[in-house]
């Protein structure tokens, strides 16, 4: 089972940027999608954004589409999620996932495909 640390998060002002990582272990990681997630204080984790295993399709929460990018790079097991004109509203503890079934052809946005899920890492965007 792949497991995955996140890390990257941080303050910023509004408008700002930052940039997520997720390291995986093991040598399964090129075979799954991965994804990311928010929790806000008081609120349910959502869905951010996920890729394919690949790397050739993502897909991305309404709110995200046009200011994150997601991305990963098989060679160096990881996922990054590149976040510009950051928000007060993208606040929260951001957490990557693993999809539990292996080279699924398209990127899921359902949270309960995803099996293996990292500590987080808190992003806080200020006024």
């Known amino acids: 089972q792949v497991q995955v640390k996140e890390s990257g998060g941080g303050l910023v002002q509004a408008g700002g940027s930052l940039r997520l990582a997720c390291v995986a272990s093991?040598?399964?990681?090129?075979?799954?999608?991965m994804g990311w997630f928010r929790q806000a204080p008081g609120k349910e984790r959502e869905f951010v954004a996920s890729?394919?295993?690949?790397?050739?399709?993502?897909y991305y929460e309404d709110s995200v589409e046009g200011r994150f990018t997601i991305s990963r790079d098989n060679s160096k097991n990881t996922l990054y999620l590149q976040m510009n004109s950051l928000a007060p509203e993208d606040t929260g503890v951001y957490y990557c996932?693993?999809?539990?079934?292996?080279?699924?052809?398209?990127?899921?946005?359902?949270?309960?495909?995803?099996?293996?899920w990292g500590q987080g890492t808190q992003v806080t965007v200020s006024s």
């Open positions: 093991g040598d399964s990681f090129s075979s799954y999608g």
């Open positions: 996932a693993t999809d539990s079934v292996p080279m699924r052809y398209y990127p899921t946005r359902d949270r309960a495909d995803f099996d293996s």
């Open positions: 890729i394919d295993w690949f790397g050739r399709s993502q």
